[in-house]
């Protein structure tokens, strides 16, 4: 039996993240909202291209097949969009074959709203002001930033990476760093390795990630050729001695990553080309790099990192 959303885990996106709307939003801006619709009803057989999220949902919604008992994934459409001109969205949808069924047609408003209403771990979309105002009311969600896509049908791996503090974690360690300095940031870190930090935005999504992978491991330890698709990893500028509150966090949430980097401020793209991750969460916009441009990159704009000046 199906799960029920409540139980589910569940990624609400915008149609600016799982797709291209460069065409469209150019129409908008340069020929108003009438011309905007007629382009789409125009266009409403044509197929939009994939978007930067694209390739991150794709993969989500194939766990849906590996636990086809328990479907205990969920995509949702969180639409700026009325429900008319939403209708291109939702044929591209079933032309590239996703199970997204559930949606909310705004007609202008920002949707973030409703984002407990479908009990949603991650919010992703393109448009800044929508993010800004999830991330105020304390919803987690991320800004997709343009990248490069790459989707290939024969990688079947979901790679997931995150930073750690101001993402999986609060910003109460980064709040420290930033009214005194790295040696007051250290000596913080080493009196309270042994106290867990609280959840930040996305530590409800990381922690049912990693109950997806436990039923992964269950799944392998019935069927030995069984090839486990979920790989999660932590990308943080931490460095020994901070990196104990990391694991003294973890383990008192009871869950873990697959591969977990202490760069010390190493670029993390150094890494990130290597990992080449499907999303990549971050609250600095800094670390939201790379040099082919090729990684798709969320922007979670919480915290004391992210205050307006």
Not at 58 to 67: C, H, K, Q, S, W
Not at 94 to 110: C, E, N, V
Request: proline content about 5%.
């Amino acid at each position: 039996m199906a799960y029920p959303i409540q139980s589910k885990l569940v990624i609400a996106v915008a149609s600016s993240a799982l797709f291209d709307l460069t065409e469209s939003d150019k129409v908008f801006k340069e020929k108003g909202e009438d011309k905007y619709r007629k382009y789409q009803r125009h266009n409403i057989d044509n197929t939009l291209k994939k978007g930067v999220a694209f390739p991150f949902i794709r993969r989500f919604l194939n766990l849906n097949m590996i636990f086809a008992d328990k479907q205990p994934v969920e995509v949702v459409l969180l639409s700026r969009n009325d429900p008319e001109t939403g209708l291109r969205v939702f044929r591209s949808i079933k032309s590239y074959g996703l199970t997204i069924s559930r949606a909310a047609f705004m007609a202008g408003r920002s949707p973030y709203e409703f984002i407990p209403a479908f009990n949603v771990s991650l919010f992703l979309s393109a448009n800044t002001s929508d993010i800004e105002k999830a991330i105020g009311a304390g919803y987690p969600a991320g800004i997709v930033m343009p990248s490069n896509i790459s989707d290939d049908d024969n990688d079947t791996e979901l790679r997931v990476a995150f930073d750690f503090d101001g993402v999986i974690a609060d910003d109460e360690s980064e709040t420290v760093y930033k009214e005194s300095d790295l040696n007051g940031f250290i000596s913080h870190e080493e009196k309270n390795a042994n106290i867990p930090h609280n959840s930040g935005p996305l530590g409800n999504l990381f922690t049912k990630l990693a109950f997806m992978q436990e039923l992964e491991r269950k799944r392998q330890l019935e069927d030995k050729s069984y090839k486990r698709v979920i790989r999660m990893s932590i990308v943080t500028a931490r460095a020994a001695p901070a990196h104990e509150r990391v694991v003294t966090t973890l383990n008192k949430w009871g869950v873990s990553a697959d591969d977990t980097f202490f760069l010390g401020g190493m670029g993390k793209h150094r890494i990130l080309e290597i990992l080449k991750p499907h999303m990549f969460f971050d609250d600095q916009t800094s670390h939201l790099t790379s040099s082919a441009g090729n990684i798709p990159m969320v922007h979670v704009p919480f915290g004391v990192a992210n205050k307006k000046r």
